[in-house]
C-alpha cells in the first residue's frame, strides 16, 4: 500500500465500478427521467408526453405554490439557527466533558437514529397533543395555582389547553428535534479539533469566558458551523414528514404539495418541475452562500 | 542587589484522582529572576506551572504572587503571562492582531494599542509582520509572536512552557541566548519549565530540578552541576560516573571513601559530614578524569593532593568517540566496569594522543568528586 495513488489507477477503478454504477442507474438515470417529465404534459391517465413545454414551470412560479417554497426556506432557516443555539451549548458540553461521560453523551445524540422517525413523530404528538404531557402538566400546575389563589379570593378559572400541534409552531419545534443530532455532531468535531491551548491563551491574556467564546471558539468553529448548518437547512427544506403529521392546514411544506402531484393529483410533470424548481433553488442558496464565505475569508487574509 | 521575593509556592500539593503531581512542594522565586523548572517528563513541572497561571487549582497549598494569594483568582486576573508550548498562536489573527489580543480585551484604546504592539513586535524582531497570517510564519516567528503577544502586556511574570522543544536545534540554541538577552532587557522575571538541562543551565539563573513531584534541588546551574545533593540530580544535569560505596573515614578537612566499583579507595580534601560505614555514592564527572600512558615500567602517576594509591585506577581503553573539540574515552577497569573520561583536544594533534585498546592510569584530584548521601 506504499505506492502512489497514481500507479493504482487500475485497482481504483475496479472498486470504482459498483458505486458508480449504482448512482447512474438509481440516482442519476430516475432523476433525469423526472428531469425529462418536467418538460412534459400528461396525454393519457398514464402516459406521459414529454414536448419540451415550459407550461409545467410557469405554473410553479405562481405566487400561491412561491409562497409555499418560501415558507419552506423560512421553516428551514428558523429550524437551523434554532439548532444552532440549541446544538452549539450541547456540543461545547459534549467536547469539553471526560472521555467516559463523552462516550455516553455522544450515544444520546445518536439514540434517536435507532428509531423510525415516523415513531418518533408520533411519540412527538403524543407530548405536543391537546391532551399530551406537555398540556396536562401544566393543566395540573393551573389548577394548583388556581386552587392556591381561590383561598385570596382570586380562582384563575379554567384552563384552557395550549395549541401545540397542527400548526406552524408544531412544524418547527419537530424539525428542530429531528435535525439536532445533525446540528450537534459537525460542531462537536470542529470543537473537538480545537486546539485546547488556544482557548488557554485567550484566559491567559486577560479574556473573560464570554469574550474566549466570541473572539476564539466561534471564529475557529466555523467551517463546524457551515457543514452542520448546510446538512440541517438542506434535509428541512424539502421536510415530508414532519409537516404532513405535526402541520395542520396553512402549514403545507414544498414537500407536501410535490406529495400531492405525484399521488392525489396524479400530474406528474407538474411535481417534478416543482421538484426541480425546489433543487434550483437550493442550489443557488449554496452558491450565493459559498461565494459570501470565500469573499469574506479572502477580504480577511 | 537585594532578593526580592515574587512568586512563592507554599506546600503545594496537586492530586489527579490518586496521583500525585506535585508533593509538598515549597519555593521562593526572585524579582527579575530567570528561573528553570527541570525535570524529565512526568515530574510535575509543568503542572507547578499551570498552578501558577492558573489552569489548575491546587489540591493543599497556597501561591502567592506579591505576597497576596492567587489560589482563587481566575486565570485572565493574573499578573502572568504565558508561551505556550504548542505557541497558541490563533490562527484566524494577523500577527498583529494576536499581539494585541490581551490589550484588546483589557480596553486599551486603538492608538495606544497600535502603538505597544509595534513595539513588542520591535522587541522580538518582527517589525514589519504584523500584517501576516500566523499560516505564513515558521515555527520560530510563530514562538516570537507567542513571546511578543505575553510581553505586550507587561506581566509581573512572564511563564514560559518548553518554549524551545518545537523547534530545530540550530535555532534552539540561538533562541536561547536571544530569551537571556530578552530577559536581560525587560526585566520581568521569567519561569521556564524545560525537561533540557542544556537548556536550563544555559539560560537559568537558578534551578529548582523536580522527579516524582517532588522537589529535588534548587541551586544555580554551576551549583547543581558542581554539587548535587542526589544521585537523581548528579545523574540527571550532565554525565557522570556514579560509584556505590561507604564511607571509611571522614573527619572535617577529608574523608575516605572505600569502593568495590573501584581498585583504588576515594580520598576527598574536606569533610562529608556523614555517619561513619555508611552508605555513599561517588560521583565523579568525566571532564575531571585524567589520563596518563600505562605500561612498559612507567610508575602510576602521583597525586600531591592525596594519599599514595588513593585516586589512582588502572584500565584499558575500549572506545572512543571524537567529537572536534573533545574526545569522549570509555575506560574499562578491574571488574568489567566501565568509566567514562572526557579530554579536550588542547593542540591539533592532542587526539592522537590516547587510542583504542590502551591501557591508560586514570586520575583525579581530592576536591573532584561529589559524595552523595542519598
Given at each position: 500500500m506504499d505506492e502512489s495513488w497514481e500507479k493504482a489507477k487500475a485497482v481504483f477503478a475496479t472498486l470504482g465500478v459498483a458505486p458508480v454504477a449504482w448512482l447512474v442507474g438509481f440516482f442519476l438515470l430516475p432523476l433525469a427521467i423526472i428531469w425529462g417529465y418536467s418538460f412534459g404534459e400528461n396525454s393519457s391517465l398514464t402516459e406521459i408526453s414529454v414536448n419540451g413545454t415550459l407550461s409545467n414551470y410557469v405554473h410553479a412560479i405562481k405566487p400561491l405554490y412561491l409562497g409555499i417554497i418560501l415558507k419552506s426556506f423560512w421553516f428551514a432557516a428558523l429550524t437551523t439557527v434554532l439548532c444552532l443555539i440549541v446544538g452549539f451549548p450541547v456540543a461545547i458540553a459534549i467536547t469539553f466533558a471526560s472521555p467516559r461521560t463523552k462516550g455516553w453523551l455522544l450515544m444520546l445524540i445518536m439514540l434517536p437514529f435507532w428509531t423510525n422517525l415516523l415513531i418518533r413523530t408520533y411519540a412527538l404528538m403524543a407530548v405536543l397533543r391537546t391532551e399530551g404531557y406537555v398540556n396536562t402538566g401544566l393543566g395540573v400546575v393551573w389548577s394548583a395555582l388556581s386552587h392556591l389563589l381561590a383561598l385570596f379570593g382570586h380562582p384563575l378559572g379554567p384552563f384552557h389547553p395550549l395549541d401545540l400541534l397542527y400548526n406552524n409552531f408544531a412544524v418547527v419545534f419537530g424539525l428542530v428535534y429531528v435535525q439536532l443530532p445533525f446540528m450537534v455532531l459537525p460542531l462537536y468535531a470542529a470543537l473537538d479539533r480545537l486546539d485546547r491551548s488556544l482557548i488557554e491563551a485567550s484566559l491567559d491574556l486577560g479574556a473573560g469566558q464570554l469574550t474566549t467564546f466570541r473572539r476564539v471558539v466561534v471564529p475557529l468553529a466555523i467551517p463546524g458551523i457551515i457543514s452542520g448548518a448546510l446538512v440541517t437547512l438542506i434535509p428541512s427544506i424539502g421536510a415530508y414528514l414532519t409537516p404532513d403529521l405535526l402541520g395542520g392546514p396553512s402549514s403545507l411544506m414544498i414537500a407536501n404539495v410535490i406529495e400531492r402531484q405525484f399521488k392525489t393529483a396524479n400530474d406528474w410533470p407538474f411535481g417534478a418541475a416543482l421538484s426541480f424548481l425546489l433543487m434550483y433553488m437550493t442550489f443557488l442558496a449554496i452558491a450565493v452562500q459559498a461565494i459570501v464565505t470565500r469573499n469574506r475569508t479572502r477580504r480577511r487574509g | 542587589m537585594t532578593a526580592k521575593t515574587i512568586i512563592r509556592f507554599e506546600n503545594i500539593t496537586k492530586r489527579f484522582g490518586k496521583v500525585i503531581a506535585v508533593d509538598d512542594v515549597s519555593l521562593s522565586i526572585n524579582e527579575g529572576e530567570f528561573f528553570a523548572l527541570l525535570g524529565p517528563s512526568g515530574c510535575g513541572k509543568t503542572t507547578l506551572l499551570r498552578m501558577l497561571a492558573g489552569f489548575?487549582?491546587?489540591?493543599?497549598?497556597?501561591?502567592?504572587?506579591?505576597?497576596?494569594?492567587?489560589?482563587?483568582?481566575?486565570?485572565?486576573?493574573?499578573?502572568?503571562?504565558?508561551?505556550?508550548?504548542?505557541?497558541?498562536?490563533?490562527?484566524?489573527?494577523?500577527?498583529?492582531?494576536?499581539?494585541?489580543?490581551?490589550?484588546?480585551?483589557?480596553?486599551?484604546?486603538?492608538?495606544?494599542?497600535?502603538?505597544?504592539?509595534?513595539?513588542?513586535?520591535?522587541?522580538?524582531?518582527?517589525?514589519?509582520?504584523?500584517?501576516?497570517?500566523?499560516?505564513?510564519?515558521?515555527?520560530?516567528?510563530?514562538?516570537?509572536?507567542?513571546?511578543?503577544?505575553?510581553?505586550?502586556?507587561?506581566?509581573?511574570?512572564?511563564?514560559?512552557?518548553?518554549?524551545?522543544?518545537?523547534?530545530?536545534?540550530?535555532?534552539?540554541?540561538?533562541?536561547?541566548?536571544?530569551?537571556?538577552?530578552?530577559?536581560?532587557?525587560?526585566?520581568?522575571?521569567?519561569?521556564?519549565?524545560?525537561?533540557?538541562?542544556?537548556?536550563?543551565?544555559?539560560?537559568?539563573?537558578?534551578?529548582?530540578?523536580?522527579?516524582?513531584?517532588?522537589?529535588?534541588?534548587?541551586?544555580?546551574?554551576?551549583?547543581?552541576?558542581?554539587?548535587?545533593?542526589?544521585?537523581?540530580?548528579?545523574?540527571?544535569?550532565?554525565?557522570?560516573?556514579?560509584?556505590?560505596?561507604?564511607?571509611?573515614?571522614?573527619?572535617?578537612?577529608?574523608?575516605?571513601?572505600?569502593?568495590?566499583?573501584?581498585?583504588?579507595?576515594?580520598?576527598?580534601?574536606?569533610?562529608?559530614?556523614?555517619?561513619?560505614?555508611?552508605?555513599?555514592?561517588?560521583?565523579?564527572?568525566?571532564?575531571?578524569?585524567?589520563?596518563?600512558?600505562?605500561?612498559?615500567?612507567?610508575?602510576?602517576?602521583?597525586?600531591?593532593?592525596?594519599?599514595a594509591d588513593h585516586n589512582v585506577v588502572p584500565g584499558m581503553i575500549k572506545h572512543l568517540t571524537y567529537l572536534g573539540s573533545e574526545s569522549v574515552y570509555d575506560v574499562e577497569i578491574a571488574g568489567g566496569r566501565m568509566v567514562r573520561a572526557l579530554r579536550t583536544n588542547l593542540t591539533r594533534w592532542d587526539q592522537e594522543d590516547f587510542t583504542w585498546d590502551e591501557p591508560v592510569w586514570l586520575s583525579w584530584h581530592a576536591c573532584s568528586p561529589a559524595v552523595l548521601l542519598s
Amino acid at each position: 500500500m506504499d505506492e502512489s495513488w497514481e500507479k493504482a489507477k487500475a485497482v481504483f477503478a475496479t472498486l470504482g465500478v459498483a458505486p458508480v454504477a449504482w448512482l447512474v442507474g438509481f440516482f442519476l438515470l430516475p432523476l433525469a427521467i423526472i428531469w425529462g417529465y418536467s418538460f412534459g404534459e400528461n396525454s393519457s391517465l398514464t402516459e406521459i408526453s414529454v414536448n419540451g413545454t415550459l407550461s409545467n414551470y410557469v405554473h410553479a412560479i405562481k405566487p400561491l405554490y412561491l409562497g409555499i417554497i418560501l415558507k419552506s426556506f423560512w421553516f428551514a432557516a428558523l429550524t437551523t439557527v434554532l439548532c444552532l443555539i440549541v446544538g452549539f451549548p450541547v456540543a461545547i458540553a459534549i467536547t469539553f466533558a471526560s472521555p467516559r461521560t463523552k462516550g455516553w453523551l455522544l450515544m444520546l445524540i445518536m439514540l434517536p437514529f435507532w428509531t423510525n422517525l415516523l415513531i418518533r413523530t408520533y411519540a412527538l404528538m403524543a407530548v405536543l397533543r391537546t391532551e399530551g404531557y406537555v398540556n396536562t402538566g401544566l393543566g395540573v400546575v393551573w389548577s394548583a395555582l388556581s386552587h392556591l389563589l381561590a383561598l385570596f379570593g382570586h380562582p384563575l378559572g379554567p384552563f384552557h389547553p395550549l395549541d401545540l400541534l397542527y400548526n406552524n409552531f408544531a412544524v418547527v419545534f419537530g424539525l428542530v428535534y429531528v435535525q439536532l443530532p445533525f446540528m450537534v455532531l459537525p460542531l462537536y468535531a470542529a470543537l473537538d479539533r480545537l486546539d485546547r491551548s488556544l482557548i488557554e491563551a485567550s484566559l491567559d491574556l486577560g479574556a473573560g469566558q464570554l469574550t474566549t467564546f466570541r473572539r476564539v471558539v466561534v471564529p475557529l468553529a466555523i467551517p463546524g458551523i457551515i457543514s452542520g448548518a448546510l446538512v440541517t437547512l438542506i434535509p428541512s427544506i424539502g421536510a415530508y414528514l414532519t409537516p404532513d403529521l405535526l402541520g395542520g392546514p396553512s402549514s403545507l411544506m414544498i414537500a407536501n404539495v410535490i406529495e400531492r402531484q405525484f399521488k392525489t393529483a396524479n400530474d406528474w410533470p407538474f411535481g417534478a418541475a416543482l421538484s426541480f424548481l425546489l433543487m434550483y433553488m437550493t442550489f443557488l442558496a449554496i452558491a450565493v452562500q459559498a461565494i459570501v464565505t470565500r469573499n469574506r475569508t479572502r477580504r480577511r487574509g | 542587589m537585594t532578593a526580592k521575593t515574587i512568586i512563592r509556592f507554599e506546600n503545594i500539593t496537586k492530586r489527579f484522582g490518586k496521583v500525585i503531581a506535585v508533593d509538598d512542594v515549597s519555593l521562593s522565586i526572585n524579582e527579575g529572576e530567570f528561573f528553570a523548572l527541570l525535570g524529565p517528563s512526568g515530574c510535575g513541572k509543568t503542572t507547578l506551572l499551570r498552578m501558577l497561571a492558573g489552569f489548575e487549582t491546587p489540591t493543599e497549598g497556597r501561591i502567592l504572587i506579591d505576597g497576596q494569594d492567587i489560589s482563587r483568582i481566575p486565570p485572565n486576573k493574573r499578573p502572568v503571562n504565558m508561551v505556550f508550548q504548542s505557541y497558541a498562536v490563533f490562527p484566524h489573527m494577523s500577527v498583529a492582531d494576536n499581539v494585541g489580543y490581551g490589550l484588546l480585551v483589557d480596553g486599551v484604546a486603538r492608538p495606544e494599542r497600535d502603538r505597544r504592539v509595534e513595539e513588542a513586535l520591535a522587541l522580538v524582531k518582527l517589525d514589519g509582520y504584523g500584517a501576516r497570517k500566523p499560516d505564513q510564519l515558521s515555527g520560530g516567528q510563530r514562538q516570537r509572536v507567542a513571546l511578543a503577544r505575553a510581553l505586550v502586556k507587561r506581566p509581573r511574570v512572564l511563564l514560559l512552557d518548553e518554549p524551545l522543544s518545537a523547534l530545530d536545534a540550530k535555532l534552539r540554541e540561538a533562541m536561547r541566548s536571544e530569551l537571556a538577552q530578552l530577559q536581560d532587557k525587560v526585566g520581568i522575571t521569567f519561569i521556564i519549565v524545560t525537561h533540557d538541562q542544556d537548556e536550563a543551565l544555559a539560560m537559568a539563573s537558578r534551578c529548582a530540578v523536580m522527579n516524582r513531584g517532588l522537589l529535588q534541588q534548587v541551586a544555580t546551574p554551576s551549583d547543581l552541576y558542581e554539587f548535587p545533593n542526589s544521585r537523581f540530580v548528579a545523574d540527571f544535569i550532565g554525565q557522570v560516573n556514579m560509584f556505590e560505596g561507604r564511607l571509611a573515614v571522614d573527619e572535617p578537612d577529608r574523608a575516605v571513601v572505600q569502593t568495590t566499583e573501584l581498585p583504588a579507595p576515594v580520598y576527598l580534601d574536606h569533610g562529608v559530614s556523614g555517619a561513619r560505614d555508611a552508605t555513599v555514592w561517588v560521583a565523579l564527572r568525566p571532564e575531571k578524569i585524567e589520563l596518563h600512558k600505562r605500561g612498559e615500567g612507567r610508575a602510576p602517576p602521583t597525586m600531591d593532593d592525596a594519599p599514595a594509591d588513593h585516586n589512582v585506577v588502572p584500565g584499558m581503553i575500549k572506545h572512543l568517540t571524537y567529537l572536534g573539540s573533545e574526545s569522549v574515552y570509555d575506560v574499562e577497569i578491574a571488574g568489567g566496569r566501565m568509566v567514562r573520561a572526557l579530554r579536550t583536544n588542547l593542540t591539533r594533534w592532542d587526539q592522537e594522543d590516547f587510542t583504542w585498546d590502551e591501557p591508560v592510569w586514570l586520575s583525579w584530584h581530592a576536591c573532584s568528586p561529589a559524595v552523595l548521601l542519598s
